[in-house]
């Protein structure tokens, strides 16, 4: 089953205690790319991946690392969480090109106290 | 101004109802236009895409792009109970970034 999965789905933290949430396809899609949702703002754009070892920020950059070192996966990495980053996160995949359907996880629900 | 705008409802209709769905959007460079349905504790799934104006038409669901105004729209005919979530209108402009532009999200409820 093509799939795009998110761990872990619920996550509660205090500040200043990094943190990984791991992503990871299965259908050789080169594009993926980290959004976070939150009330009132919607859907934005984290950082995004054109193919391994290809990163860059998207429109909500800051606090946030990213890696692609295999083509599956595409960490996103919290070194110093804050309480401004408790929000829904989704990772999602596609493949290149605009006209391609963009395939998104279950969800990652952070919360930092 | 917001790139795109969705009123966010929430919109609550009986079953068998016509819905209209819209946004509006102020970047000229979108040439893609998707809607989303996103179900409560879920991730976002495709559900129309539309390139550039025009209509399109799957099932009972009907996109319509109109460049000229800025303006797009999503119609649910006979709406279903099953059809209740968050719709999320979403565009891509020209450049590498494939990035997804969503407006906050319409939450419809469909009444039995």
């Known amino acids: 089953e093509a799939q795009v999965t998110q761990n872990p789905r619920y996550l509660i933290t205090v500040t200043g205690k990094k943190l990984t949430v791991t992503c990871s396809q299965n259908?050789?899609?080169?594009?993926m790319s980290w959004y976070r949702q939150d009330p009132g703002l919607g859907l934005r754009q984290i950082y995004y991946s054109m193919n391994v070892e290809v990163t860059d920020k998207g429109d909500v950059p800051e606090g946030y690392k990213v890696s692609r070192k295999e083509k599956r996966n595409f960490p996103l990495i919290l070194e110093s969480p804050s309480p401004n980053q408790t929000s829904l996160y989704f990772c999602?995949?596609?493949?290149?090109?605009?006209?391609?359907?963009?395939?998104f996880g279950q969800g990652t629900r952070l919360t930092v106290v | 101004q917001k790139e795109v705008e969705q009123d966010p409802g929430p919109l609550s209709v009986p079953e068998g109802a016509i819905v209209s769905l819209n946004c509006t959007y102020s970047?000229?460079?979108?040439?893609?236009f998707m809607w989303y349905r996103q179900y409560s504790r879920k991730g976002p799934e495709l559900l129309m895409y539309t390139y550039s104006s025009g209509n399109k038409e799957d099932g009972r669901f009907t996109a319509q792009v109109d460049k000229s105004s800025k303006y797009i729209s999503l119609f649910i005919r006979d709406s279903q109970p099953s059809d209740s979530a968050t719709y999320l209108c979403a565009m891509i402009g020209g450049g590498s970034n494939y990035k997804l532009t969503f407006g906050k999200g319409t939450l419809l409820t469909v009444n039995p």
């Open positions: 999602a995949s596609s493949l290149q090109g605009p006209d391609t359907e963009a395939f």
């Open positions: 259908m050789n899609h080169e594009y």
């Open positions: 970047n000229s460079a979108f040439q893609y």
